[in-house]
């Protein structure tokens, strides 16, 4: 993934137009595991939406799998989305009414591409590397806030993307159940490659990372 140049401006083209992002390069590499800090307010989410396809810069450019992406159009970013990015956020946005195993087939479903037998292995495996076949066929509602949060990665996971965006993945967890969820998704990362960006606030965390990107008023203040 590359950022060139990448601004954003919301509410362009009126009075209350205001840039946020300002030239911003950002080199994230196969296998890379990246924090990325900064006050609230600085831009990370912002930034994370213009990486994960969600919303697009308003000037500058952005490569993923080695290509270029503005001039696709919001169906091939869709599908670009489902195949090359997981996304994991503070709330897990699981639906409470169906099974861990359910909502970890949801992205497999809306793909049209597996065989129900295969989506059925390939969630019960992804839940079985996060310590959870135990309880695939619990509610997601009646699974603590750790178990939820590694429901939602494994979730992430099912389409194998090469890239995975976390914001604030362990921002709701107790210290115990952060460290557990951090583990899993450095295992992912060693055992599969994926790159992560995880925006978080916890330094004992950011500093286990490959690396530390700060954005600061919608700049980036680290070396590269
Ligand atoms: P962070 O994730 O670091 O807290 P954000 O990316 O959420 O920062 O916000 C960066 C700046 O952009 C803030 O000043 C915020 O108020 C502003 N902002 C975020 N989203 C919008 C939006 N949809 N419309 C207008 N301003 C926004
Ligand atoms: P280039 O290799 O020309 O700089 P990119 O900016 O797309 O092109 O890639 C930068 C690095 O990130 C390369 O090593 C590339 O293999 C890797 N890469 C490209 N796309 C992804 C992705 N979706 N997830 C993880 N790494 C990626």
């Known amino acids: 993934m590359r950022l060139e140049g990448v601004t954003k401006t919301y509410n362009a083209d009126t009075a209350a137009a205001v840039e946020v992002l300002h030239g911003i390069d950002l080199i ?6 990246v924090a990325l800090t900064g006050p609230s307010g600085s831009g990370k989410s912002t930034l994370l939406n213009i990486v994960g396809l969600l919303d697009r810069p308003t000037t500058g450019k952005l490569f993923i799998d080695n290509r270029e992406t503005s001039a696709y ?3 091939e970013l869709t599908r670009l989305r489902g195949h090359s990015i997981g996304f994991v956020f503070q709330h897990h946005y699981l639906l409470s009414a169906f099974t861990a195993l359910e909502n970890v087939m949801m992205p497999m479903l809306a793909d049209r591409e597996f065989p129900n037998e295969a989506m059925r292995e390939r969630a019960h495996a992804l839940l079985s590397e996060m310590g959870l076949a135990k309880w695939e066929n619990n509610l997601a509602n009646n699974l603590s806030g750790g178990q939820q949060q ?3 990665i494994a979730r ?3 389409m194998n993307p090469p890239l995975i965006l976390a914001d604030e993945p362990t921002g709701n967890l107790d210290t115990k159940s952060a460290d557990t969820v951090f583990d899993m998704m450095r295992k992912i990362n ?5 790159s992560f960006l995880i925006v978080t606030h916890n330094n004992d965390l950011a500093r286990r990372c490959d690396r530390i990107i700060e954005v600061v008023d ?3 203040v680290t070396p590269p």
Do not use: P, S, T, W
């Not at 994230?28 to 595991?33: A, K, S, V």
């Not at 060693?190 to 994926?194: F, I, L, M, R």
């Open 73 to 75: 159009g919001d169906a």
């Open 28 to 33: 994230l590499q196969r296998r890379e595991f």
């Open 218 to 220: 919608g700049r980036i």
């Open 150 to 152: 590694r429901v939602a």
């Open 190 to 194: 060693a055992d599969n490659g994926a």
């Open 156 to 158: 992430a996971l099912a």
